[in-house]
């Protein structure tokens, strides 16, 4: 069953695509991450224009987070107050992040950027993510506790100004970090059509010592407002939301975030991080691939703004 995109100027398969946002949805769910690292990159392999992919990639993460943090919220696994945080420096991050890609499309560099800005920050983040699972799952079988965070615990973080007392996940550190944070998360979403969890949730849990169950409810509920807030930009300025794309890839996500959080709430900690390490690194091999193999298409023409002609 084919139909026709009007903004990607492409016919796909709905079933492929309805596949597609399903297990991007479980997925979601069950790591607490928007998906849009995983989304975005499958859509370009799928042959959507990665200016398209970006910006319907936004929109499709709205819908997942959206159920995903309402089935955090109902387990009590969501920092109201943190959120705020994050998010006041998300919608700043994201503002910046679109006007970035506006440019990059002019100057005809948006996919070369967007790929090694992929492989960068996944293989970084999945790599040392996967030697910290790897440790604590280590430690877990012979009998030793290894906790994140453990009592008296304090870093350069707990020496900054401008500190809040967050209950729910029992900090009492200042506000700046995690402000940072969301504005880092929320350019490079808007740049990489991500919701930014892979890079958020491992900064909650390593630099400020968030309790893991509490960091994917918190992250979902952030991202929500970010990637609502990047897509209506991106579709104002920079015309890149394909609309029917993204409601297949909703309706499909909604339904498999539901699936996915219920999935996570049997695993332990450690073992979500490891998993989700794995993954990131999958995502990053694939993208690395496609940078040094000699592409299928040796030529294209597209305008200045990487819209085909």
Excluded at 281 to 299: K, M, N, Q, S, Y
């Amino acid at each position: 069953m084919h139909i026709y995109l009007p903004i990607a100027e492409m016919s796909v398969n709905v079933l492929v695509f309805l596949g597609m946002g399903a297990a991007v949805g479980f997925l979601s769910g069950m790591f607490g991450v928007g998906g849009g690292f995983l989304m975005t990159p499958l859509l370009i392999f799928s042959g959507i224009p990665s200016p398209v992919a970006v910006g319907t990639g936004a929109a499709q993460i709205v819908a997942s987070s959206v159920s995903g943090a309402m089935a955090q919220y109902r387990r009590n696994n969501v920092d109201i107050k943190m959120g705020a945080v994050l998010l006041a420096g998300g919608i700043v991050g994201s503002v910046i992040g679109v006007r970035m890609v506006r440019l990059l499309r002019e100057a005809g560099q948006f996919d070369l950027f967007v790929a090694l800005a992929y492989v960068t920050f996944l293989g970084v983040i999945g790599t040392l993510m996967l030697i910290e699972s790897l440790n604590a799952i280590q430690a877990a079988r012979g009998g030793q506790s290894r906790a994140l965070r453990r009592s008296g615990q304090h870093n350069w973080i707990h020496n900054l100004p401008l500190k809040m007392r967050f209950h729910r996940s029992k900090l009492y550190i200042s506000a700046i970090p995690p402000m940072v944070i969301g504005a880092f998360v929320g350019f490079l979403g808007a740049i990489m059509g991500a919701g930014g969890g892979f890079i958020m949730v491992p900064a909650l849990i390593y630099l400020l010592r968030m309790p893991t169950n509490v960091v994917v409810g918190t992250s979902l509920f952030q991202t929500v407002f970010v990637a609502a807030v990047t897509t209506v930009m991106q579709s104002t300025e920079n015309y890149s939301v394909d609309i029917l794309l993204g409601l297949i890839l909703i309706i499909s996500g909604v339904i498999g975030a539901q699936y996915g959080a219920a999935a996570g709430a049997r695993l332990k900690g450690e073992h979500l991080r490891f998993l989700l390490a794995g993954l990131v690194l999958l995502v990053c091999a694939r993208i690395g691939w496609d940078l040094v193999t000699t592409p299928r298409e040796l030529f294209s023409i597209t305008t200045t703004l990487g819209a085909p002609l």
